[in-house]
């Protein structure tokens, strides 16, 4: 995976985060702009995270092999 795809499938995750926060608030009335909202702070987590400088930190399998070679 690059880490376009990464990015991207990060900021579906935060907008997914993001559009859980807004459903369990109550506020049902507005829901045709929750999808629009969620990645506006989706965008916004990603900004802030992108200031720690950290990078995307993924999990990946490692082969048997290189269990091997350890």
């Known amino acids: ?38 990645y506006r702070l989706a965008d916004t987590m990603q900004e802030a995270r992108d200031q720690h400088g950290a990078g995307i930190v993924s999990v990946k399998r490692r082969t048997k092999k290189e269990k091997a070679d350890e």
């Open 1 to 38: 995976m690059t880490e376009e795809e990464d990015r991207s499938n990060l900021r579906d995750l935060h907008a997914g985060f993001a559009l859980m926060g807004l459903l369990f608030r109550g506020d049902l009335n507005d829901m045709d702009t929750f999808p629009a909202i969620a």
